[in-house]
């Protein structure tokens, strides 16, 4: 039986310009290897519609490959090497409980902009365009809250509270127009725990999601280094919670991470408090000239159920394969809400 590898790189030949593989900072090195795009969210989302490949495959977590599904051209077909893939903090806002969110927090008569993270799914994507609401990234969130407050009474941020806070104090929204949606919203009931009342006084209502990598990382790992280290540096993902972005150096996206890395001073030892296959990749680029190193160790197991062979296999198949699609009813409003971010941050 043939490598992978070789039968990923002997399709890739053979296809051409008619094949695109693009991949987020996470995937492991091997797939990243393989890939034409690399890039984070914002970047892989601006380059679908200017590619020329008839197949588009997305190393990446399923939302990914919806969002590439909503912006891609009708001649495009997107796929992804393993569906189950998914989103933990992505699954943590359900479309019809933050639709029934919304008509409550409205019930009193104020308008309430939705802002979604990218890390979530079309269907919430299609909610939040049809509310007149857009998307944003970590690395254009500051921006996308910024707009979202002009255009109505307050903001519904989701699903990430840490980069709903992270980006609240970036832009001196003070805490007591803030409300943490109660945990419940999640899982259970809306009507049960949320009522325009808790709301009427507050500019900006949080989701209570998050994700589990970025939860894991402590203070008390960052106290550690720097005594240990004082010279260190420290940045950090702004999906992280707000006490470590306070405590580090720095904070921003995958792509400000990576920037981070590249113009620190020769001889610098450097933490990153981010995923850590970006991190030790990093390490590897830079080794010899600056210590780069994981602030814990921490892998998305969601990230890596794209593998090598299953990349494979899926190129083997496209053909005949089924590609991700979204329905008209949620790609519209869904394309509706990303555009207006790509519009804004142009």
């Known amino acids: 039986m043939e490598n992978p590898k070789d039968t990923i790189n002997t399709?890739?030949?053979?296809?051409?310009?008619?094949?695109?593989?693009?991949?987020?900072?996470?995937?492991?090195?091997?797939?990243?290897?393989?890939?034409?795009?690399?890039?984070?969210?914002?970047?892989?989302?601006?380059?679908?519609?200017?590619?020329?490949?008839?197949?588009?495959?997305?190393?990446?977590?399923?939302?990914?490959?919806?969002?590439?599904?909503?912006?891609?051209?009708?001649?495009?077909?997107?796929?992804?090497?393993?569906?189950?893939?998914?989103?933990?903090?992505?699954?943590?806002?359900?479309?019809?409980?933050?639709?029934?969110?919304?008509?409550?927090?409205?019930?009193?008569?104020?308008?309430?902009?939705?802002?979604?993270?990218?890390?979530?799914?079309?269907?919430?994507?299609?909610?939040?365009?049809?509310?007149?609401?857009?998307?944003?990234?970590?690395?254009?969130?500051?921006?996308?809250?910024?707009?979202?407050?002009?255009?109505?009474?307050g903001v519904l941020f989701l699903p990430d509270k840490h980069l709903a806070n992270n980006s609240a104090n970036a832009l001196g929204i003070p805490e007591d127009q803030r409300l943490l949606l109660p945990t419940d919203v999640i899982d259970g009931d809306p009507n049960l725990h949320v009522t325009p009342a808790m709301t009427e006084d507050k500019q900006f209502i949080i989701w209570p999601g998050y994700c589990p990598i970025h939860e894991e990382f402590s203070l008390d790992t960052i106290k550690t280094i720097r005594a240990a280290e004082p010279n260190a540096h420290i940045v950090v993902h702004p999906e992280c919670a707000p006490a470590l972005v306070e405590a580090a150096d720095g904070n921003g996206s995958t792509t400000y991470?990576?920037?981070?890395?590249?113009?620190?001073?020769?001889?610098?030892?450097?933490?990153?408090?981010?995923?850590?296959?970006?991190?030790?990749?990093?390490a590897d680029q830079y080794k010899g000239e600056k210590t780069i190193k994981p602030l814990i160790a921490s892998q998305c197991d969601d990230m890596a159920k794209i593998t090598v062979p299953k990349l494979a296999h899926t190129l083997v198949n496209l053909e005949t394969a089924t590609p991700v699609t979204v329905s008209d009813a949620v790609k519209e409003p869904a394309k509706l809400a990303l555009e207006r971010m790509l519009e804004v941050c142009s």
């Open 11 to 153: 399709i890739r030949e053979t296809m051409g310009e008619s094949l695109s593989i693009l991949g987020h900072h996470y995937q492991s090195d091997d797939v990243i290897a393989l890939t034409d795009v690399r890039g984070d969210s914002l970047e892989l989302a601006r380059k679908i519609q200017s590619l020329k490949a008839k197949h588009i495959v997305f190393c990446g977590v399923f939302f990914m490959a919806e969002s590439a599904a909503v912006l891609c051209r009708p001649d495009q077909k997107i796929h992804i090497p393993d569906l189950s893939a998914t989103c933990p903090m992505a699954d943590m806002a359900e479309a019809n409980r933050v639709r029934l969110v919304l008509e409550i927090l409205q019930k009193n008569g104020r308008k309430i902009t939705p802002l979604t993270y990218v890390n979530s799914s079309a269907a919430v994507k299609a909610v939040v365009g049809e509310y007149g609401g857009s998307v944003c990234t970590s690395a254009n969130a500051q921006t996308m809250l910024a707009w979202a407050m002009k255009q109505g009474d």
């Open 257 to 282: 991470l990576i920037k981070y890395a590249e113009t620190a001073p020769k001889g610098a030892t450097i933490y990153i408090g981010t995923e850590e296959n970006l991190v030790n990749r990093l």
